[in-house]
Structures are given as C-alpha cells and as structure tokens.
C-alpha cells in the first residue's frame, strides 16, 4: 500500500505550501497589528484634538453651561472636578466605561456663569497708594466684566494629555468602544477641571474586522494555488527522472547494456544526472564485455593445454610405453603457470592493494638475474647501488620476471636489466636487441591474450597475459609501464615507481617515453 506523501512531488508541494503558510500567517499577525496600532494612534490624535477644544474653552472663561458639547456617539465628553464629580457631559450618552467616572447626568445643572480666575496675592500697600485710592473707581468696573476680550489669551492653564484610557459608550442602546483622553485646567475658580474627550475605535474595529475576514478567505485560497504549482512544476522537473527511472528498470530487466536512458536537453541537475548515468552504463557494458571477452580467452587458453594433457594420460593408460611423460609435465606446469596468472588477475580487479614493505629494487633484481643463469640468452645485470621502493616483493618480482622472459622470447642475442634513479622515482628499464614492438602496436601489447606473433608456437610463448599483469601491478604501485625502442633497436620496457617515502598513490610524472598514449591511459584511469 502506498504511504501517503511518500512521492517527492507531494513532499515538495506539502513543503512548499508549509513554508508559505507559516510566512503568511506570520505577515498577517503582523499586518494586524500595525493597523491596529496605526489607528488606534489615529483615534487617540482626535481624542486629545478634541479634548483641547474643550478644555480651550474652559481656560477662556465659556460657562460650563455654555459649552456645547457634541453628542456622545462620535465624540463623548465628561468634565469632572479634582474629585471626580460630574459637572457637564455630553446628553445623550447612556452609559460610559473607561473615564473612572460612570456618571452620564451631573447632580445638578452646570452654571451658567464663566468661572473667575484664581486670584493671585498681590504686594503689601504702601503709603503712597492710599493717595491714588480715589482714581481707581473706574477700575473695579472694568474687573466685573467676566467677558475675554477677543484675541486675549487664556485665564486658565491647560495641560498636556494626561493619558489614554479605552473603554465604552452607550447612546440609544447601541455600545461603541472608544479612546478618551484626559486633560487638566487649572487657574480658575472651582477648579481644576479635568476634561475626558473620547474618540470612536469604531472604524479601527471594522478596518481590522475587514482584513481579517480578507486575510481568513484569501489565505487557503492561496495555499492551494501555492501547493497546486508546487505540484505542477515539481511534476514537470521531475518527468526526466521519472524517463530515466523507467529505462533503467527496462535495461535490469532485459540485461541490455547497450541501451541509454533518454537526456533532457537542459542544463541543469537533472541533464547531468542522465549524462552520468548513461557514462556508468558504458563502462559497465565495456566491463562486462571485457569480462565476457575474458573468460572466453582463458577458456580457449586453457583448453589446449587440458587437451593435450588428455591425450598423452589417454594414450599412456593404454600404451604406457608410449607415455611421454616430460610432454606431461611441460603441460602440468604451463597449466599452473596459466592458472596462477589468471588468479592474480582476478585479484588485482577485485581491487587488491598493493602492500607497503620497503624493499631494495637493485637486490630484488640482481637476486632475480642470479637465479636465471640457465637461460637461452643470459641477462646482463646495471645495477649499482641500493634504490628502495615501497610494494609488495611478491607481485614487483612478477613483473621483473614477466618483462625477462618476454625479452628472453624476442632477444636476438641480449637481455639487459638496469635500475637507476630520476628524481623521486626509481626506474627499472629491461631491453633486448630483438625486432623491438611497432609503435602503433605499444599500447595493444599490454591488452590481455594479446601476442603480436601469432605464427609462433604455444608452447614456445605465453598466454599474453604476462605484459597486462605487470602493467597492472605497476598502476597498483603508483607507478607506470611504457615501451620503447631500445639502443640495440630492440623493445625497450621502463617501470616507474615512487621511491620510499612518497605516497605511492600520488600521480608519477613521466619520462620521455611515457608522454605518448601510455601515459595519457594511465592518468586517465588514475582519475577514473
């Protein structure tokens, strides 16, 4: 049963759409709260406006009778005394909450008389006023005028808003939220006068009302065409891979390597990915073929000697007089030599590493010379000296003796084996003074089965694997092995390895007679 989201587009899409959602909910908390904030600063801008009017009037003398306050829906006004005694509001209010004064009726009508000045001591009398005394008549009629003359400024003192308070009002049944801002007058008669003028939250409320119901319809709606066209294009980048996903399952079932999954002609991951795909099935398929090619090679080199081993145990079991037996043995041993080659090769493609004792290349070569005296063409040792390399003795010695007896083969009359040092690297070079390899044949030797002479006997040369194992061993050393054309116009065969000390793993940097195709396949299957 398939789980739900279990596909990459579904979990792209659902992502997506996660992502969003929490942005837009994050943006419209925030939305709110600045337009809350925005005019609610509005409301209390007008209320402190128009508690400013009210308390102007009061400084300039206006009667609390005579104010004329607005009405208490849009703009609600109390004037309360240092007690919190009622003294004028607006009529028609109700109810009202949020001014610490619930009262909507003052206990008694506001006066109709302009509230007086709060006298202020004047100095002490002198003795030359009371000479003046009878010319000020005039002046004590001029202070019963309680009337401000225009342009005068005011009596009393108005301060700055006290604060912001929220609450209620109440005007023919219907409640509206409002801010009230609270001013103080003082300097005159009766006071101070506190002033609470209230602005309504009613446009604010519905502002923020509406864009919630906006954002409460637009926000799903808009998920969904996020998920939608996550989905879609999620699908669409996603079809190449789900091609690719197809043809391989098609080349695992029918086992044809030959096939090649399609390649988008983008640029992008997707084009690289088919790219890389269709590169690890061509060496796969060269790989097989050359394991297929191999096991028909080994099967066709190991058949004659089986065969001929047979025979000669057929014909000895029925004429033993006639029992060659050292024919016998010279198969015997030509079949275990094949065998043993054919296991060191699975061994070195199954990754095998070489190991990392420290040995003397000169002693490994002049042990290995001493030991073939018995020759058809002695081999003339050029060693001086101890040169020491890191790898295993075992496969180094195999590849000494697989490059003698290759020379042995081809001599005429010569064998040379010399060691010498270049640099970082240590240089075993075997020459002959034989026909020596054509130059478009020197990377094709090395291939494995491979034996340029083919009218030359079997029993006369090898299986054509000894050039391929020690190339082979060479490249698990860190090292390389080329051919050339030797002084004596025989093959000239030079192994390059990294002296002790260096990582044996380092690319080798070549000699002049690496820098053909033999270096360059070398380099090219290190980075591979």
Known sequence: MRRPFSSVRSRAALAATAVVAVALVAAGFALLF??????????????????NEVAQRIANKVPLGDLDLPDGEDRPVQVTDAKGKLLTASEDMQRITGTGVSAV???SPPPTTAPTPTPTPSPAPTGDDDDDSGGDDDSGDDQDDDSPAPGAPADGVVSSPQGHTEGSVTVDGRTVDHVFSERRVTGLSGGPYVVHAGAS?????????????????????????????????????????????REMAAITASEDLTRRVPEPGTHDEVAKLARTTNETLTALEASVE????????????????????????????????????????????????????????????????????????????????????ADRIP??????????????????????????????RH??????????????????????????????????????FVRLDDARSRDDGGAGLGLAIARDVAHRHGGTLDVGRAEAGGALFELRLPAAGRDPHRPVPTGASALGAASAQVLGDRRE
């Not at 090679?297 to 029992?323: F, K, M, N, W, Y």
């Not at 040379?416 to 044949?441: F, I, K, N, Q």
């Open 34 to 51: 600045a337009l809350r904030a925005n005019l609610t600063h509005q409301a209390e801008g007008k209320a402190d406006q128009w508690s």
């Open 105 to 107: 009726r003052p206990a």
């Open 201 to 245: 939250l009613g446009p604010q409320q519905s502002a923020v009302r509406a864009t919630k119901i906006a954002l409460l319809i637009g926000l799903p709606a808009l998920l969904v065409v996020v998920g939608g066209v996550t989905w879609l294009v999620t699908r669409r980048a996603l079809r190449p891979v789900e091609g690719i996903r």
């Open 290 to 373: 050359r394991q297929r090619r191999f096991v028909a090679d080994a099967s066709h080199e190991l058949r004659s000697p089986i065969a001929s081993l047979r025979t000669q145990l057929e014909v000895g079991a029925a004429h033993p007089e006639l029992l060659d037996v050292p024919g016998a043995v010279a198969d015997t041993v030509r079949l275990q030599q094949l065998a043993a080659d054919l296991l060191l090769l699975a061994r070195l493609d199954a990754g095998e590493q070489a190991g990392r004792t420290r040995l003397d290349l000169a002693a490994l070569v002049r042990e290995e010379v001493s030991q073939r005296s």
């Open 379 to 408: 081999v003339t040792p050029d060693v001086r000296g101890s040169v020491e390399v890191s790898g295993s003795r075992g496969q180094l010695a195999r590849v000494l003796g697989n490059l003698l007896d290759n020379a042995q």
């Open 411 to 448: 001599a005429a009359g010569e064998v040379r084996a010399a060691v010498r040092r270049e640099g970082s690297l240590v240089v075993l070079a075997v020459s002959d003074d034989g026909a020596g390899v054509p130059e478009a044949e020197r990377e094709r030797i090395f291939e494995r």
